[in-house]
């Protein structure tokens, strides 16, 4: 059978979500694809969740990887390179595909070594947000490459071909840079690389940060309800709905910028005018009136650009904040779950301690030698 596209979802503890995500991409028009669910360190009922997906549809593999010191990278370069299609997808654990998002994105690789879904983020509401991005526009790459990450993980999609050419690939970030973002900017950074964004949402994103203090049922009932949404021609149109009357409004927003910027130009062309009108040296009266508008537009220019770098520093440090307030969420979560297992299996959990410690032990050994 020939695979048509690698759906890379990496896992840690999110076993009961990652049952809905992964059947989403499962269930696409494009029947011919390959699932690599990639443990990370994961926990016993993510093992179990993720036997139990490979074990019931032959298109999905499982690998139970060691914890990585970050988010797996090393686990995803494998991953990719050793995928058996050359259109590579990736899929958070907690996302939902839409039917249409592999298909989609075949046609865009047709022209493109790499492209993105539309990013729809649901809220801790349940309200619909957008981050408009198209590669294709010189501003939005430099915004990718240099300031922050509007392509999140699920979104992001590559010819394998083309991540061979890469310097490095998947490979752990440095501090404060989320594993995505420091991926998509080596794309971005790769000569003669080609880029495509689309305009038809074809990924549902439900951010962790925005769900902070929510339980694992209260998360599976979010998706399930989303599921059940957007499996109906009713819901999938009120999806649709929601989403053109979010950016209707968004536009009217820029409209009402533009004409208030239109309205303060109009009005210094009429002062201009009245004092070539009244002055006596109208040359001189024009002149000065323009230099005032010259200082005056220095000024404004200086304090914008300012409040934009403050504006970009600090949405930059609340990503980084959040993301990180999430993996001690995770792990808090997870420590928690281990040590109720310790109380109710101490023999198992001794056991393991003991292997833990035999391996750092080898490892220090390695190392010495």
């Not at 990013?119 to 991005?133: Q, Y």
């Not at 490095?168 to 420091?182: I, K």
């Not at 004409?259 to 040359?283: E, M, N």
Request: with cysteine.
């Amino acid at each position: 059978m020939t695979i048509e596209a690698t759906i890379i979802v990496p896992t840690h503890n999110h076993g009961a979500t990652l049952a809905r995500s992964v059947r989403s991409a499962l269930c696409q028009t494009v029947c011919d694809v390959e699932v690599v669910i990639l443990g990370d360190g994961v926990t016993e009922a993510t093992f179990a969740t993720a036997t139990e997906l490979a074990r019931s549809d032959p298109r999905v593999r499982f690998y139970a990887n060691p914890k990585h010191e970050s988010r797996g990278e090393p686990h995803r370069d494998r991953a990719v390179r050793e995928s058996r299609a050359n259109v590579i997808c990736y899929l958070s654990d907690d996302d939902l595909y839409l039917p249409d998002h592999v298909e989609t994105v075949i046609g865009l690789l047709r022209e493109a070594d790499f492209v993105h879904a539309v990013p729809v983020h649901v809220d801790g509401n349940g309200a619909l947000a957008t981050r408009t991005i198209d590669l294709s526009i010189p501003e939005h790459r430099h915004w990718i490459a240099k300031e922050g990450n509007r392509i999140p993980l699920s979104t992001g999609a590559h010819l394998r071909s083309a991540y061979e050419n890469l310097q490095h690939g998947w490979r752990t970030p440095p501090p404060l840079v989320p594993s995505d973002l420091f991926m998509w900017r080596q794309f971005l950074a790769s000569e003669g690389c080609r880029f495509a964004s689309p305009t038809k949402p074809t990924v549902v994103v439900f951010p962790s940060p925005m769900r902070l203090g929510w339980t694992l049922e209260q998360r599976v009932d979010e998706l399930d309800l989303w599921c059940g949404r957007l499996a109906s021609p009713e819901g999938y149109r009120a999806f649709l709905d929601d989403l053109l009357v979010l950016k209707v409004r968004e536009a009217s927003e820029l409209d009402s910028e533009r004409l208030h910027f239109h309205r303060t130009l109009a009005g210094s062309i009429a002062t201009v005018a009245g004092a070539r009108a009244t002055s006596a040296d109208p040359l001189a009266a024009v002149g000065e009136l323009l230099e005032q508008l010259d200082r005056a537009l220095a000024t404004v220019s200086r304090e914008r650009d300012v409040l934009k770098h403050a504006r970009d520093a600090l949405q930059h440090e609340r990503d980084v904040l959040e993301e990180s307030l999430a993996e001690r969420t995770a792990a808090l979560a997870a420590a928690q779950g281990q040590l109720a297992l310790v109380s109710r299996r101490p023999e198992a959990a001794a056991l393991r301690f003991v292997a833990q410690l035999r391996r750092v032990r080898r490892a220090v050994l390695r190392r010495a030698s």
